[in-house]
């Protein structure tokens, strides 16, 4: 069973990885980020409370966003493995994860890492486009949809995320050197982490990442 998190800087790839990852390996995709943008689209009370925050580029608390995770891990379609994205994002939150994990069943086995610098990072934000309706990530230069404009899986015109502008951006890169580098150790510590390089082009990461996944299968 595949019990995966997966890590890196904004823009790392993460989003474009997991969703061939979850397709090909038949795990539930649960990012953290998308489900904050759900809760903000559907005007809850989440998503209220949480929109200044998350379009600044801030993070969510930790009671808030582990909260929420736990219930989603517990739900059926995770017994047999998953994919987190974009959680956990500090030590509190893996330190939670690791219990809460254990009381229902769904420890973590795998850390994916991806790395990429900080000028390939602000490069990839600036241009990218995202589908509102299905997550899928796209950029105006360098992974263009089929038609301009338009979700090549659902036909849903693209848009640009709130939080990718430049000031955003270099607040959650701050966040992520401050609050989520630290959990490499953490997860290096407990012989879970494998690290890649994601500059490399995407069938090259596909062919690594499915490598590895088969070995822990
Ligand atoms: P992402 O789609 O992973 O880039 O997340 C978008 C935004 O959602 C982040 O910049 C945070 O504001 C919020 N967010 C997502 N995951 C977490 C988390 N694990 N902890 C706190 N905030 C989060």
């Avoid at 943008?37 to 005007?43: D, I, N, P, T, V």
């Avoid at 891990?73 to 254990?102: H, M, V, W």
């Avoid at 659902?154 to 959650?172: E, H, M, W, Y």
Wanted: proline share 5%; with cysteine; hydrophobic share 35%.
């Amino acid at each position: 069973m595949l019990n995966i998190i997966l890590m890196g800087p904004p823009g790392a790839g993460k989003g474009t990885h997991a969703k061939w990852l979850s397709t090909e390996w038949h795990l539930p995709h649960i990012s953290t980020g998308d489900m904050f943008r759900e809760a903000m689209a559907s005007g809850s009370e989440l998503g209220n409370k949480i929109k200044d925050i998350v379009n600044g580029g801030g993070l969510v608390s930790d009671e808030l966003t582990c909260e929420l995770v736990k219930e989603r891990l517990s739900r059926e379609d995770c017994a047999n493995g998953y994919l987190l994205d974009g959680f956990p994002r500090t030590i509190p939150q893996a330190e939670a994860l690791a219990s809460f994990g254990k009381e229902i069943g769904r420890e973590v086995n795998l850390v994916i890492d991806i790395e990429c610098p900080s000028d390939v990072l602000i490069k990839r934000i600036s241009g990218r486009r995202v589908c509102p309706k299905c997550g899928a990530s796209f950029n105006v230069e360098t992974m263009k949809p089929k038609v301009e404009g338009v979700c090549d899986y659902c036909g849903t015109p693209l848009i640009q995320r709130k939080d990718d502008n430049a000031s955003s951006f270099a607040v959650r890169l701050e966040n992520y050197h401050k609050s989520t580098a630290p959990l490499l150790d953490f997860y290096k510590k407990a012989g879970l982490l494998h690290s890649f390089d994601g500059t490399l082009p995407i069938l090259n990461m596909e062919a690594e990442l499915g490598a590895l996944l088969k070995s822990k299968e």
